[in-house]
């Protein structure tokens, strides 16, 4: 076709390599800097935009959904018309929604521009899937630890400079930032990024996808506003159960048709299933301390915490996600000589260490600053090894939809995280200027939490079996 050969040509004159990788990784920063975004003004909120609490929950809820509802379908998307396609899409959304934010006079419009934002999650799976594509064998690995990486760093990165922005400017500053960063992202990687020529035939499935995003936002509502909501309420048990239904027909539906949204026989192969699960461990255990020690840093010293601004507080979370930038090419590295099963088991034993010493000794800053550090070496080392097992146990057809599942499964454990952490500070507390604040005992539960988490997250990465590249047990597609 001459179509699929002027691609091909246009693939052999591709820009540096490292260029592409930069952009990428530009790109997986940009996105998950949306989820930190807010995190300054979440408390101000109701007065900035005259609505009541339940209501401005909203902002960072629909963010949260739409990120897990629209990352697995871009995947597939992504597999079927182009992954540099897809991204190029997601990144117009972030700049509308960023726009659409930053212009809005109420509620409404902030909600569906915090919307249209989360969608952008979805660059990250879609930029690791790119890299299989169009980098050499050889400096895939590292590649795909830093893109992967960007999920803890952007966050971590991004919250001081939020925090600074809403100091010494207007909020609205916030959205036009992010605004003013997708369209320089949405550039560079129309210059710089090729277009991969693997494409995968077949119609899309718009009932697999109905259903997906119908099942998901009825099973994460129920988690994310079940501390508001009530845990036994009708609203909470509509939603939760009825979510859970709608996903074990659509996984029945999903098996029955030729081309489905996503092949859950290659999501069922044990690799794949058990990365996911240790995902969602290893979600959880992430966002078990992004709950809890930036609450306790900025806790008043009265009640027991440190006293610390939002902005200090945010540079004692920032250097994990400094470590997981500076771990990653050695984490490619690493996972080349071992084996990316043992960077997930090595990952996932710093994340007990980490918790184990904030059990230990939580008295001073620094003991935060030290288990916060332990914290990005497990998060760095175990979202590197995550979409390399993904891709050597799948087709490389089926990496962008596979990326896709996996980000969803860490999306379902930082959310679950939030609900449950959250839950636990505002159950276990202590009077505190009139005020319930959360107490000593709230916080050790947090802990024990999340390492518990990563204990789950050590078990089942130690039940990965060893797998042979996905290329190699499908040669047609070496090609």
Partial sequence: MP??????????RTPPQAAIVAVLAIAGLCSSFMFTLVVPIQAKLPELLNASRDDTAWVVTSTLLAA???????????DMYGKKRIVLVLLGL????????????????????RTLQGAVTGVVPLGISILRDVLHKRHVDAAIALISATLGVGGALGLPISAFVTEFADWHVLFWMSAGLGVVVFVLVLWIVPESVLRTAGRFDFVGAAGLAVGLIGLLLAVSRGNEWGWTSPAVLLCGLGGVAV????????????????DLRVAARRPVLLTNLASVAMGFSLFSSNVSYPQMLELPLAAGGFGLSLVAASLIVMPAGLVMMVLSPFSGRLARTVGPKLLLVLGSLALILSYGFTLLLSSEVWHLLVANIGIGVGIGFGYAAMP?????????SETGASNGLNALFRSLGTS?????????????????DGMPVPSPTAFQLSFLLGGIAALIAFGVALAIPAQRAAEEQHPSLRD
């Fill in 94 to 113: 972030l700049v509308l929604g960023s726009v659409i934010a930053a212009t809005s006079p109420g509620i409404v419009g902030v909600i569906v521009g």
């Fill in 416 to 432: 679950t995280a939030a609900a449950v952490v959250g839950a636990v500070l505002a159950t276990y507390t202590t009077v505190h």
């Fill in 68 to 78: 897990a509802v629209i990352t697995p379908i871009a995947g597939r998307l992504g």
């Fill in 388 to 396: 390399m097992l993904i891709m050597r146990s799948v087709p490389q």
């Fill in 3 to 12: 179509g699929d050969e002027d691609a091909r040509k246009r693939l052999t």
């Fill in 247 to 262: 996903l074990l027909v659509w996984g029945w539906y999903e098996l029955r048709i030729a081309e489905p949204l996503l």
